[in-house]
């Protein structure tokens, strides 16, 4: 299942999709491979929901392609199912129905067996902790354990992929806490995909984040990389002529400065200095360069990317709903 030749799980390319005259997503190109656990991080508006519909099958894109697993989700549309877990924004969850009859019921529409459904349900019910309430009627739960439900419908028929659309929001905090602790364990046996609009969850839970803005993909990295981002750090690229080692050093042990990367470009030394926000070295930094009779040959504020900006508008874990 594994072979090393086919190692990605998802593959869409030129994803478009119109429902209007505006774009809702534009041009999404990404790879999920598989084992992964790949954050989707966009604000309200931005296409998540768009692209995760399209992902699993739900809606066909108006332009592009996606395949999971190597089928195509439009053509090889029943393959696709039995390989893809739906956790959607908003579960159909039938109010009326204890927690195992509604399971055994999702399941027999997937066309799952009697036999498998006996195996299958007691595991999931398991994995997701709902072992006291296999019993009580949907409606009667709350909505932390509802979207138990929820993910235990999603993983019934073994999915090598799941893909769950902001599956913490509108649950209270400790709730959530359980939740990410159970996205992080069906993420070591299974390819996770999953959306959220604050930074914190993804990071918490996601090995790799795509940033998604009015449907454009406008940035993607590790959650590490982009809590340092957040970190309120401004940035100089300076061009020093003089011994890079002891010009590392001097710059090193100017206060407030975080780091000192030193990019050795032909003919040029460039540094990149970090340091903590709204406080501008320039001065100091030129200041120490004459002294030690260098050559300062240019020195730049990076400013602030629209990506930098965007994170910094949706990192705030209060601004949930
Ligand atoms: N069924 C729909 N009909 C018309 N416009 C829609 C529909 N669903 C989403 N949109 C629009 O598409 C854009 C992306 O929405 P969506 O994918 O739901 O974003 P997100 O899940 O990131 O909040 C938004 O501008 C939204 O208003
Ligand atoms: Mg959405």
């Given amino acids: 299942m594994t072979a090393p030749t086919d190692d990605i799980m998802i593959q869409a390319s030129g994803l478009t999709h119109f429902y209007g005259p505006q774009p809702a997503i534009d041009d999404v190109n990404f790879n999920v491979k598989r084992g992964e656990i790949l954050g989707f991080l966009g604000p309200n508006g931005a296409g998540k929901t768009?692209?995760?519909?399209?992902?699993?099958?739900?809606?066909?894109?108006?332009?592009?392609?996606?395949?999971?697993?190597?089928?195509?989700?439009?053509?090889?549309?029943?393959?696709?199912?039995?390989?893809?877990g739906y956790l959607p924004e908003t579960v159909p969850l039938y109010t009326e129905m204890p927690v195992t009859n509604y399971l055994r019921y999702m399941g027999s529409l997937r066309g799952m067996n009697n036999r498998e459904l006996k195996r299958r349900i007691p595991d999931v019910i398991e994995l997701c902790r709902l072992n006291d309430y296999s019993k009580t009627i949907i409606g009667k739960l709350s909505k932390g354990?509802?979207?138990?439900?929820?993910?235990?419908?999603?993983?019934?028929?073994?999915?090598?992929?799941?893909?769950?659309?902001?599956?913490?929001?509108?649950?209270?905090?400790?709730?959530?806490?359980?939740?990410?602790?159970?996205?992080?364990?069906?993420?070591?046996?299974?390819?996770?995909?999953?959306?959220?609009?604050?930074?914190?969850?993804?990071?918490?839970?996601?090995?790799?984040?795509?940033?998604?803005?009015?449907?454009?993909?406008?940035?993607?990295?590790?959650p590490e990389n982009l809590a340092q981002t957040l970190q309120g750090v401004d940035q100089l690229q300076v061009e020093i002529n003089g011994p890079p080692r002891e010009v590392s050093i001097a710059l090193r042990n100017i206060e407030g400065v975080i780091d000192v990367n030193h990019r050795n470009q032909p003919d040029r030394e460039v540094y990149l200095v970090r340091s903590e926000e709204g406080l501008d070295l320039r001065d100091e930094i030129s200041r120490i360069i004459v002294s030690n009779g260098w050559g300062l040959l240019s020195m730049q504020l990076m400013s602030m990317s629209l990506e930098d900006i965007f994170l910094r508008l949706t990192t705030d874990e209060d601004s949930q709903e």
């Fill in 50 to 84: 768009t692209t995760m519909r399209i992902l699993t099958g739900y809606m066909p894109p108006t332009q592009g392609q996606v395949t999971i697993g190597g089928h195509d989700v439009v053509k090889d549309s029943l393959q696709v199912r039995k390989l893809v």
């Fill in 145 to 222: 354990y509802r979207q138990r439900v929820g993910i235990a419908q999603a993983i019934l028929h073994e999915p090598e992929l799941l893909v769950m659309d902001e599956p913490t929001i509108g649950i209270d905090p400790i709730q959530v806490v359980e939740t990410r602790r159970l996205i992080q364990d069906l993420g070591k046996q299974q390819t996770v995909v999953l959306s959220s609009h604050i930074l914190p969850e993804v990071s918490m839970v996601c090995e790799r984040v795509l940033i998604i803005h009015q449907g454009h993909i406008v940035a993607e990295d590790t």
